[in-house]
C-alpha cells in the first residue's frame, strides 16, 4: 500500500513525498529574506565556482564568431582588448617549483594563486596547505632563458638595435630614438603589450631616464603602462619597497634589521655609513636608479661573425712579413668557418698601425668558400693598399658576411673528368683587378622588342635560356639611324646604306622578322612594326638592320631605317 501524500506541507514547499513543483519557495530569489543563490556562488573564490554545466545550464551565450575584433594599436575611437580571463586560461591555480636544497620553492604563480595569497619563495607544502587544489609544475628556467633570448632577437630585428636579457623573466629595451617610429611611446607600449597578449603572457611596461628605474616600476608601480618623464626618477621610486633596486637578500635583512623598508629611507643617509652598513652593491644601486651612476646594458648580437686575431710581438712593415700574418689568419678563420659549416662570402682584414691609426682591406667571393689557399691569393693581390707606417702591431681578419657551406658529394669514381670547371675564383680575381661591377652575364627577359630582351646577371647565374631566333652577338645600346637607304618595299632588304659616315653595299639578306610592339606597356606601340633584316655588306661584314613600319599601313611607323647589331 502506497504510503498518503500530505497536501499542506506547512511553512516548507518541498512535498513530503518526495514530489517536486516548479515555482517552490525555495526556488525563488528573495523570498525567504536570503541571499540568492547566484550571490552564494560569486562569493565563493574563483577555482571553487561550479561550472556552468554543473549548475544545469546546458546553453550558453557566445558572441558572433565573425564580429570584428578591436584592433591591437588602441586607436582613438575603439576600445582596448579585454584582459585575459583567468579561469579560462588556467584551470586551477597553478605554481611553478624548483628544487633549492632540501625544500621545493615556489618560483612563478598565475594571478589566480597570487589572488589566492601565494607568493615567490613561499615552501611548496605551505602553498598546498593554502589552496589544496592547486596544480604544481616544475619549472623550467632553461627554457625560459632561450625564450627570452628569442624575444630579445626579436626585439632587435623589429623594435631597437639595442635589446638584451634582464633575467630570469624581463628585457632591456634601449627606445632612444626609436619611439616615434611606431607612434610614440604610449603607442608602443599599446603594441607590445598586444604582441605579447597574443603569445599568450601579460606584461607590464614602464619607460624610464634610467635602467633601474624602469626596473623598479615596471615590477612595482602596480600599473601596466607607466611613462616616466626624463628627470623624475628620484621621486617616482621614493614609495617603492628596498626590493625594487634589485639589492641581495643580505641587504634586504639589514635594512629591515634597521628599520629601513622605502628607497626615501635612503636618501638622507650619507654614503659612507650606508655602504658600511648594506654593502656598496646597495650605494651603486641607487645611484643608478637615480641616474647619477651610469648602468650600460649589453645589447644581444643577432649574429657573431667569424674572426681571427693577432697580436704581434713587434710592430712588421714589410710585404712578406704582412703576408705571413695574413696566412696565418686565414688558417684560423678557415677553421672556425669548417667547425660552424658556413662559407665566406665578404672578408675584411684590419690592420692596426702603432700611431693608433687602422689599415682597412675588404675582399668578396662570387660564391660561398672556404678554401684557404684561394682567400689567401686573394688578399696577397691587396697588400700594396696598405700603408704600414711605423708598423703593425695587431691584425685581425673577420667575415661580416657568410653564407651556410655543406660538404659537396664526390663522384662515384673521385674523379674530375666531365665535370665543369668552377669559374668562382677566376670570378674573384678577375673582380679584384677590374672592379666587381665590370663582372656580369647576360640573361633573358620575356619581351619581343630587343633592346627590353635581356638584363644584367651575376657572373655565376645560370641564364633560363635564349630564343631560337637568330640574335647578333653585339647589339647596340640604342639603334642608330641610318643615311641614304635604297630599298624595294614592302619586304625587300635595303640595297645600300650609309652608317656613321661609312657607306655599304649590300650583296646578301635574309629576312623579314617582324615584330610588334608591346601595347601593354606603352598605348603609344599599338601599331607599332619593325621589320629585321640580316645583310651582309661588301667586305664580309654583317649587320642586323629593321625598318620601322610594314610598308603598307601609315600608322605602323615611318618608313626610316635603324642598324640595331652587327654579327661577329
Known amino acids: ?15 513530503r513525498g518526495g514530489g517536486w513543483r516548479p515555482g517552490a519557495r525555495w526556488a525563488r530569489d528573495g523570498v525567504l529574506g536570503r541571499r540568492s543563490q547566484a550571490a552564494d556562488i560569486e562569493a565563493l573564490p574563483a577555482h571553487q565556482q561550479p561550472t556552468m554545466r554543473e549548475m544545469g545550464r546546458r546553453s550558453e551565450a557566445a558572441e558572433h564568431p565573425f564580429k570584428a575584433m578591436p584592433p591591437d594599436e588602441g586607436a582613438p575611437g575603439t576600445a582596448p582588448l579585454p584582459p585575459p580571463t583567468w579561469s579560462s586560461l588556467w584551470g586551477r591555480p597553478t605554481i611553478l617549483i624548483t628544487r633549492i636544497g632540501q625544500r621545493d620553492v615556489v618560483t612563478s604563480a598565475c594571478r589566480q594563486a597570487l589572488d589566492l595569497g601565494l607568493r615567490p619563495g613561499m615552501a611548496t607544502a605551505h602553498a598546498r596547505a593554502l589552496v589544496p587544489d592547486l596544480d604544481v609544475r616544475d619549472a623550467e628556467p632553461d627554457k ?10 626579436h626585439a632587435v630585428a623589429r623594435w631597437t638595435p639595442s635589446a638584451c636579457v634582464a633575467a630570469p623573466d624581463a628585457l632591456w629595451l634601449d627606445l632612444t630614438g626609436t619611439t616615434h617610429l611606431f607612434g610614440g611611446e604610449a603607442r608602443f607600449c599599446r603594441r607590445l603589450l598586444a604582441f605579447l597578449r597574443r603569445l599568450g603572457f601579460t606584461a607590464t611596461v614602464a619607460i624610464a631616464g634610467t635602467p633601474g628605474a624602469a626596473h623598479a616600476l615596471a615590477r612595482y608601480s602596480g600599473e601596466a603602462v607607466t611613462i616616466l618623464p626624463e628627470g623624475l626618477e628620484t621621486q617616482a621610486i621614493a614609495d617603492l619597497p628596498l626590493s ?12 629591515g634589521r634597521f628599520g629601513l623598508e622605502r628607497i626615501a629611507d635612503l636618501y638622507p643617509m650619507p654614503r659612507g655609513p650606508l655602504a658600511k652598513r648594506l654593502g656598496i652593491h646597495t650605494v651603486e644601486r641607487l645611484d643608478q636608479a637615480r641616474g647619477s651612476l651610469a648602468e650600460p646594458i649589453t645589447p644581444v648580437i643577432p649574429f657573431e661573425a667569424p674572426l681571427a686575431e693577432r697580436q704581434l710581438l713587434e710592430p712588421i712593415g714589410t710585404a712578406e712579413s704582412i703576408s705571413q700574418v695574413i696566412a696565418d689568419l686565414v688558417d684560423d678563420l678557415v677553421g672556425v668557418l669548417q667547425a660552424r659549416g658556413l662559407g665566406l662570402r665578404t672578408a675584411i682584414l684590419t690592420c692596426l698601425v702603432v700611431d693608433g691609426g687602422e689599415q682597412r682591406i675588404g675582399i668578396g667571393t662570387a660564391r660561398a668558400t672556404r678554401d684557404a689557399k684561394h682567400l689567401k691569393r686573394m688578399l696577397g693581390m691587396r697588400i700594396e693598399r696598405i700603408d704600414p707606417g711605423l708598423g703593425i702591431e695587431a691584425m685581425s681578419l673577420a667575415a661580416p658576411r657568410v ?6 658529394a664526390l663522384d ?8 665543369a670547371p668552377d669559374l668562382a675564383p677566376l670570378v674573384d680575381q678577375l673582380g679584384g683587378r677590374v672592379g666587381e661591377q665590370a663582372l656580369f652575364r647576360l640573361g633573358a627577359v620575356e619581351s619581343d622588342v630587343p633592346e627590353r630582351g635581356f638584363c644584367r646577371l651575376d657572373p655565376l647565374a645560370e641564364p633560363a635560356g635564349w630564343p631560337a ?3 647578333p652577338a653585339r647589339l647596340l645600346r640604342r639603334p642608330e639611324l641610318l643615311s641614304n637607304v635604297v630599298a624595294l618595299l614592302p619586304d625587300h632588304p635595303p640595297r645600300r646604306f650609309s652608317w656613321r659616315g661609312s657607306a655599304y653595299r649590300v650583296v646578301a639578306g635574309d629576312g623579314p622578322e617582324r615584330i610588334h610592339g608591346e601595347w601593354w606597356r606603352n598605348a603609344k606601340e599599338m601599331w607599332a612594326v619593325r621589320d629585321y633584316f640580316c645583310v651582309e655588306a661588301e667586305g664580309g661584314n654583317r649587320f642586323w638592320i ?9 600608322p605602323t611607323g615611318d618608313l626610316r631605317w635603324y642598324l640595331h647589331g652587327l654579327f661577329g
Open 244 to 255: 625594487a633596486l634589485r639589492l641581495t637578500s643580505e641587504a634586504l635583512t639589514a635594512a
Open 403 to 408: 653564407e651556410a657551406l655543406a660538404p659537396q
Open 469 to 471: 631566333w637568330r640574335r
Open 144 to 153: 625560459d632563458r632561450a625564450f627570452l633570448d628569442q624575444l630579445a632577437l
Open 412 to 419: 662515384a669514381g673521385f674523379g674530375e673528368e666531365g665535370r
Open 1 to 15: 500500500m502506497l504510503p498518503a501524500i500530505d497536501d499542506d506541507p506547512g511553512a516548507c514547499s518541498v512535498p
Open 546 to 554: 629593321f625598318r620601322r613600319g610594314d610598308g603598307v599601313e601609315a
